[in-house]
């Protein structure tokens, strides 16, 4: 009897490709009323965690549960990025624009400070889902030391974050929340493959 896994194939890939798409748009439906985005994002990444972790999607049941159960607490975080994201979208506009002194180096330094915060934002999603889309408190605590210990996944959760901000802008409306899907998993793979990778070569 063999312990090898079955041999993954181009219909498992579109399969997968396919449930990302799925999730985007449930994640991106979820979100609309902009005060749900929080709540939207954390039962998503639960959602790729079981993926990721346990092989299989949950239930709908048990998604649209983590959902009610991160509302609560959600609406706050919905609130809190609301307005970080407003204020860091003005002052790059106005760079961009030239309405404020400081020119390119500042324009500069704001998009490298903004991508940081996204990778950040990125990172605690990310925490949050593997509890189970709640604990927004501990995961920012998580992704904290996760960002102090580990740079280099900091810095590739803030290259995905920002690489799925370029795409919004040139993508059509349509096919946005499929990105969101995908940016997700590609969050989750980035910020479980570094420390295996380091396990690995110690």
């Known amino acids: 009897m063999s312990d090898e896994r079955p041999r993954r194939d181009w219909r498992d890939t ?3 490709a396919t449930d990302l798409a799925l999730l ?3 994640l991106v439906l979820a979100a609309l009323p902009l005060l749900t985005l929080a709540p939207a994002a ?10 990721v972790a346990l092989g299989g999607w949950p239930a709908l049941r048990t998604t649209l549960s983590r959902f009610g159960r991160a509302l609560p607490a959600g609406l706050a975080v919905s609130v809190a990025a609301l307005a970080v994201a407003t204020a860091l979208g003005v002052d790059l506009a106005a760079l961009a624009a030239g309405r404020v002194p400081g020119g390119p180096p500042a324009l500069a330094l704001t998009v490298v400070v903004t991508a940081a915060l996204a990778g950040y934002a990125g990172l ?12 927004w408190r501990d995961a920012a605590r998580a992704a904290a030391r996760t960002a102090a210990r580990q740079p280099g996944t900091w810095a590739a959760t803030s290259g995905v974050c920002a690489v799925a901000g370029l795409l919004g802008v040139l ?16 969050l989750h793979a980035v910020a479980t493959r570094r420390p295996a990778a380091r396990t690995e070569a110690s």
């Open 14 to 16: 579109l399969r997968d």
């Open 24 to 26: 985007g748009f449930a």
């Open 42 to 51: 954390a039962a998503a990444s639960a959602a790729v965690h079981d993926r």
């Open 124 to 135: 605690v999603v990310v925490e949050v889902g593997r509890a189970g889309g709640r604990g």
């Open 171 to 186: 993508v059509t409306p349509v096919a946005a929340p499929i990105l969101a899907g995908y940016a997700l998993a590609a």
